[in-house]
């Protein structure tokens, strides 16, 4: 049974995560998709191929990428390298403290260039990516012209 996880499932945007596909039989090409929708509905997307190692898995940070969204060996160039399905969008947060990002990553068989409703995937989870931690108090700023935001931590 293929299984893809994220440890931590839920950490700081700016943190490092382990990727881990397993279940793979050994060098089977696969694309591994990561993808979420902001605050506006828009989506943002990663794709990525890559071929399973001799036990059946694959981790980006041990195994390079075949292409797709980027090339070569990044451990977190499933998040990095998002991009939005409407060209010129940026991915921003407006919500820091609120809610977090939740990226879906999904694990597909073969070299799946674009994915329809009909196509399954082989395994899917969520990664929480929070942008403030736990505690953190947020005070607006109204000084005169200034305008901001101070995060104080707990």
């Not at 005070?139 to 101070?150: D, H, N, S, T, Y």
Request: with cysteine; charged share 20%.
């Amino acid at each position: 049974m293929v299984e893809v996880t994220v440890t931590p499932q839920s950490s700081l945007a700016d943190r490092p995560v382990a990727v881990l596909v397993r279940g793979l039989s050994p060098s089977q090409l696969v694309t591994l998709r990561a993808s979420l929708t902001d605050e506006h509905g828009e989506c943002f997307q990663s794709r990525t191929f890559f071929r399973a190692d001799a036990t059946g898995e694959v981790d980006p940070g041990r195994h390079p990428a075949l292409g797709g969204s980027y090339s070569g060996v990044w451990p977190m160039g499933v998040f990095w390298f998002l991009q939005p399905n409407t060209l010129f969008r940026r991915l921003v947060k407006r919500d820091v403290a609120g809610s977090p990002f939740l990226v879906r990553l999904e694990v597909f068989d073969g070299v799946c260039l674009v994915t329809g409703p009909q196509d399954q995937p082989l395994a899917s989870c969520e990664a929480e990516r929070w942008y403030v931690g736990p505690g953190v108090q947020r005070v607006p700023i109204r000084e005169g012209r200034v305008r901001g935001a101070l995060f104080l931590p707990p």
